[in-house]
């Protein structure tokens, strides 16, 4: 079920400015009984995507009662909620006068399957390499060309998750979710201030991992520190927490973090 | 008027590629009695944009036969074509059997005072730089977050444009236009590899000048290169070509080639 600002709709002005330029953001999320997954850190990243682009961030009280709407009678879903600057005359300036257009949606939940976090993926490194805007990094934006091309990379239903490096041969993020290492004892994860997505997962896990004393350390890694890691996995909202078993012919078998983190992510509403 | 797929409509759905990804392309072409102007150019860089992102193009039979429908009764007319990669499901993965969403629609003329074009316009230097992707360079396709941005930074409605640097400081076009400019008698236009939209008028004016035996030079320039230019000029389908009277303190009052690529693009269709 969707809903367009409030109101059961599937479609929405060809004139919208995130269809004209991709002008807005989104979050993908996990429900339970229609109860977002993770919702303080998806409503935080929201609210800051949203003051970045300037645009108004709906109320979080109006949020979970569309999203509680959309997935009645959904024991587990996955929803969607999309900010765009709404209706616009031509032309890239901001008007003055646009209301926002509000999309949320959900569906029942179509997941992935549990082996995937037991056993772990296989990873491929992209050809892309990821632009550098500070401006946009770490926004949920709805300019996603960049991950459309990298996924298209590979189509091997073996491979997983294509890993993005920057310009520099920075790895920075997955093109789907956002990756997470241990070196020396130490949980790092790629800085997003020149490109890449922040996700409501890693905004969650640095959290806890701060809270419980060991907080994870934002680096710039290259493609050979990541082989040289004791373990590496991906996160996002959906996947939950998913250990790397084979980059590059380099694979892992033993995961304690990557275990410690699933379970961490199992206890969390 | 507004043709989706060929119907007049004027809503997508919410699912659609375009809106969700930025997953399309799009022209803005001036219409005069239903006909195209610049056309053999529209298409020509409409059909590279799509064989670049593996979008299927529309035939041009279509187009024309569409852009003809929607602007009937209008002398002059602006345009919008828009393809996208259609509706998918969840997923940056190119859906094999998606059908591209074809969106054709024109207004009547709101243009630009002619004064713009015999006087010229006052134009600023933006501080949001150019991202470099050389996999995305040249396309107009639907990720415009950074010309929203840009064309953000000023309201002053005395300033028509602001020139968009890339990271290197080199200038590349500016929010919503190319940028040309003349240098010891050589018609120069900043290269648009890594970034920057390239623009039917100016594969246009490209060809002429070729045809002429004047070719225009592709380069690399700094802002001090424009600043000690002879003549600096702006174009796009819906402006022409529209001569700079200021930047950075700097003013211009003579623009004899300017004049004669305004004569030049009043003879052609």
């Known amino acids: 079920m969707m809903l367009i600002n409030g109101l059961p709709a599937d479609t929405v002005s060809a004139a919208d400015r995130g269809l004209a330029y991709g002008d807005g953001v989104f979050r993908t999320i996990e429900l339970v009984a229609g109860r977002p997954r993770l919702w303080r850190w998806h409503y935080a990243r929201l609210r800051d995507d949203c003051r970045r682009l300037r645009l108004l961030c709906p109320d979080e009280s109006l949020l979970l009662g569309e999203l509680a709407v959309c997935s009645v009678n959904l024991e587990r879903a996955v929803a969607k909620v999309v900010i765009t600057r709404g209706v616009g005359k031509r032309g ?14 959900a569906a029942a939940w179509g997941g992935y399957p549990g082996t995937l976090a037991e056993h772990g993926v296989t990873v491929r490194v992209c050809e892309l390499r990821l632009s550098r805007q500070p401006l946009l990094a770490g926004i949920k934006h709805l300019n996603r060309l960049e991950n459309v091309l990298a996924r298209s990379e590979w189509d091997d239903p073996a491979i997983f998750e294509g890993l993005l490096l920057d310009e520099d041969g920075r790895v920075t993020e997955g093109t789907m979710s956002n990756l997470f290492y241990v070196r020396d004892g130490v949980l790092c994860t790629p800085k997003l201030d020149f490109c890449g997505v922040s996700g409501a997962l890693r905004a969650w896990l640095m959290a806890a991992a701060s809270e419980a004393g060991c907080p994870v350390s934002e680096t710039r890694p290259e493609l050979t520190e990541l082989l040289d890691a004791d373990e590496l996995f991906l996160g996002n909202s959906l996947l939950g927490v998913v250990p790397v078993a084979e980059l590059a012919q380099r694979r892992w078998s033993a995961f304690p973090v990557t275990r410690h983190w699933q379970r961490r992510r199992l206890d969390e509403n």
């Open 92 to 105: 890239y300036a901001m008007p003055g006068d646009a209301m926002p257009t509000r999309i949320v949606s």
